[in-house]
């Protein structure tokens, strides 16, 4: 069996139990330990996003930025809202 085979496999795993592998997992977990950290760096970056887009997306970009920081928080929103 070679590496590229065993490398599958994990992958298989890992989107059968739906845990975040590698950078998803580390971008979680820190966001989690920062939550306050977090908020603010992600309506800076909404911001910016809006500014450049001119203002298109205002409404999607404002809806991630609340969905990144109600992850950082712990708060989860059900789902189809």
């Not at 977090?38 to 450049?52: H, L, P």
């Amino acid at each position: 069996m070679n590496g590229r085979s065993r490398g599958k496999d994990r992958y298989a795993a890992d989107q059968a139990t739906h845990r975040p592998r590698g950078r998803a997992a580390a971008a979680t977990k820190y966001a989690k330990k920062h939550p306050d950290k977090v908020d603010r760096w992600a309506a800076k970056a909404g911001q910016v996003i809006d500014r450049r887009t001119g203002g298109k997306y205002h409404d999607k970009i404002g809806s991630a930025v609340r969905k990144v920081q109600d992850t950082a928080h712990g708060r989860t929103r059900p789902r189809g809202r």
